[in-house]
């Protein structure tokens, strides 16, 4: 994700001092920094969990917590139409 940034540098004594962003701006850069944070989260908790952990996909963990029915009862389904 690109963020388009128009910067305002305060400057004192010829050298950057503060930067001015819109909040539109800052909001953006706030949330590309929270996605950040939280990939490195993730990729903590893989290497701590170690190579032998269970992974579930999103339609397991929906199955499992009996959230949708198994992909082919929904394609027989999507088939009758």
């Keep these: 994700m690109m963020i388009n940034l128009r910067p305002q540098i305060l400057k004192k004594n010829g050298r950057g001092q503060f930067v001015i962003l819109s909040y539109k701006e800052f909001l953006a850069i706030q949330e590309v920094l ?48």
Excluded: I, T
């Design 34 to 81: 929270e996605d950040a944070d939280d990939v490195l989260a993730l990729q903590q908790a893989r290497e701590e969990e170690g190579p032998s952990s269970p992974r579930y996909s999103l339609e397991e963990v929906r199955m499992r917590l009996g959230l949708s029915k198994p992909r082919k009862a929904r394609k027989q389904r999507a088939g009758r139409r």
